[in-house]
């Protein structure tokens, strides 16, 4: 069982966390902290997502106040990505370059002027999301993870999107059991470094297959070596993700 006072415990230091890397990022713009903050609201969503199907509650609706912060945050993060994975291809134009760090310097000052309003729906979603806590019981835990691991092995065999879609449901699994008793993660009895392992090396080409699609047919694009490349981190995926269901779990 998973007790309220459990949860609101981790919610609490969730939103501490939350609005101290909001703070972090606008004293400095530092990226770091702008990937914490993101972070934090990928735990609360992943937590917020096992509420609502263990219970009638819609704490989900909690959420609608922090999606402007994280998409702004989202668009700076990723132009921020893109012009990290650029450096392995020389060919790239530094006008691309420059479009990119024009997107993410202008994301990020954006998002810098609207802090004030993105504090006060971190606080008002802070104080709704405890107000929704439940006590949620062992067995719908354990349901929740059968079912999502099954629809994470049906995802593994798709591509595009549908592959990006079983990343994100695995890293969920994961923010959710670190906040578990450990009596129940020994239940659940997951192999959490095989799960790590598959949702990074999905991130990997993830990353890449924007560029290819982004940057196709741009004027110096070495296409062929980020198709390549990208056709590498997928058969990377493709090894691991086999026999999903098995290595997901501790033998």
């Not at 415990?9 to 969730?14: N, P, S």
Request: charged letters at 30%.
């Amino acid at each position: 069982m998973l007790s309220k006072k459990q949860q609101k415990k981790y919610l609490a230091k969730k939103e501490k966390d939350l609005l101290l890397q909001l703070h972090a990022f606008g004293l400095s713009g530092d990226p770091e902290a702008l990937h914490r903050l993101r972070l934090n609201v990928k735990k609360i969503k992943a937590f917020v997502q096992m509420m609502k199907d263990c219970s009638e509650k819609r704490a989900s609706k909690d959420l609608d106040l922090l999606k402007k912060m994280f998409r702004q945050a989202g668009k700076i993060r990723d132009a921020g990505n893109t012009l990290q994975l650029l450096k392995h291809f020389h060919s790239v134009s530094a006008e691309y370059k420059t479009e990119q760090d024009h997107i993410r310097t202008t994301a990020a000052a954006e998002f810098r002027q609207q802090i004030p309003e993105y504090r006060k729906a971190g606080k008002k979603a802070g104080r709704r999301l405890l107000a929704d806590v439940h006590t949620v019981r062992t067995r719908c835990i354990r349901d929740w993870y059968a079912a999502r691991l099954i629809k994470v092995n049906v995802l593994l065999t798709a591509s595009g999107d549908l592959l990006h879609e079983a990343r994100k449901k695995i890293k969920e699994l994961l923010y959710v059991q670190r906040l578990l008793p450990p009596q129940i993660n020994e239940a659940l009895g997951l192999d959490t470094a095989y799960l790590d392992d598959l949702q990074d090396a999905i991130g990997q080409w993830h990353d890449m297959a924007v560029i290819v699609t982004t940057y196709a047919g741009r004027e110096g694009a070495d296409s062929q070596a980020m198709v390549s490349a990208c056709k590498e981190k997928e058969a990377d995926v493709r090894a691991l993700a086999g026999d999903f269901y098995l290595r997901a779990h501790l033998t």
